[in-house]
């Protein structure tokens, strides 16, 4: 089992930023790709950006440029710095781990990201 943990959501005006936090524990050594997926009102969950077990990572077209994620090994964290933030980008952003091996997807419960003036 792996418990994740987000924090870092909330509200921010348009072309502001926010940096979201992961931390993971539990069965961390079977994980081979991490990642932030969010799921607006009224959409399907969609990747946000992935990063897999040797550093190769993976945006979404909207992400691309103005998201960047990276990972703390020593804090079993995961980061999604997010830039020139929009309001398309309120949603709820959820942390996944997934353990392919055991085709496992671990979910954090979400932080509520929202854009507004």
């Known amino acids: 089992q792996v418990q994740l943990v987000e924090s870092g959501g909330g509200l921010v005006q348009p072309g502001g930023s926010l940096r979201l936090s992961c931390t993971a524990s539990?069965?961390?050594?079977?994980?081979?790709?991490c990642g932030w997926f969010r799921q607006a009102p009224g959409k399907q969950r969609e990747l946000v950006a992935a990063?897999?077990?040797?550093?190769?990572?993976n945006y979404s077209d909207s992400a691309k440029g103005r998201f960047t994620i990276s990972r703390d090994n020593a804090e079993n964290t995961v980061y999604l710095q997010m830039n020139s933030l929009k309001p398309e980008d309120t949603a709820v952003y959820y942390c996944?781990?997934?353990?392919?091996?055991?085709?496992?997807?671990?979910w954090g419960k979400g932080t509520l990201v929202t854009v507004s003036s």
């Open positions: 996944n781990y997934r353990a392919s091996s055991y085709g496992i997807n671990y």
């Open positions: 539990g069965s961390i050594w079977s994980i081979d790709v």
């Open positions: 990063m897999s077990k040797g550093g190769t990572t």
